[in-house]
């Protein structure tokens, strides 16, 4: 019983990084020409409908990598709040500029450094609110 209460709380914690994810990329990238892009009496239902589009794009986009390192996560009951952090970073990262995510960057004002910033910003608040939710307490149906 404590294994199926375990996984739902997973799917609840991995919609609720999906969406932090899709929070941090929608501030970063949309905030600041977001009067151009949307009429002015409907701001919020328009930020929420992007918000939710991207959310599903990134659950389903990193579906199966997430769940691997869920797996490992809860297999080795793994709590740190920086190993959640660095593997939604890297996750984000390696799944948006494949392996080689390192790449050739001319300079921090180059507009791709930028990115790969708010990339890397949206996987670690991804992985920081899947450790909130769920990560705090990996592997502990294994002792029950």
Do not use: N
Not at 73 to 79: I, L, S, V
Request: proline fraction near 3%.
């Amino acid at each position: 019983m404590a294994i199926i209460a375990r996984l739902f709380t997973v799917i609840i914690a991995y919609v609720l990084a999906c969406i932090a994810a899709s929070i941090v990329l929608f501030m970063s990238t949309l905030t600041p020409q977001w009067d151009q892009f949307v009429p002015q009496d409907m701001p919020a239902v328009a930020m929420w409908l992007v918000v939710g589009i991207g959310a599903a794009i990134i659950g389903g986009t990193a579906l199966v990598p997430a769940l691997l390192l869920i797996a490992l996560t809860e297999g080795f009951a793994w709590r740190s709040v920086v190993l959640y952090g660095v593997l939604g970073g890297v996750l984000a990262l390696a799944l948006t500029y494949g392996i080689d995510f390192a790449g050739y960057v001319r300079g921090p004002e180059s507009m791709l450094a930028h990115a790969r910033e708010v990339i890397a910003a949206s996987g670690i608040a991804g992985g920081l609110v899947y450790w909130a939710c769920a990560g705090r307490k990996s592997g502990s149906w294994k002792s029950q």
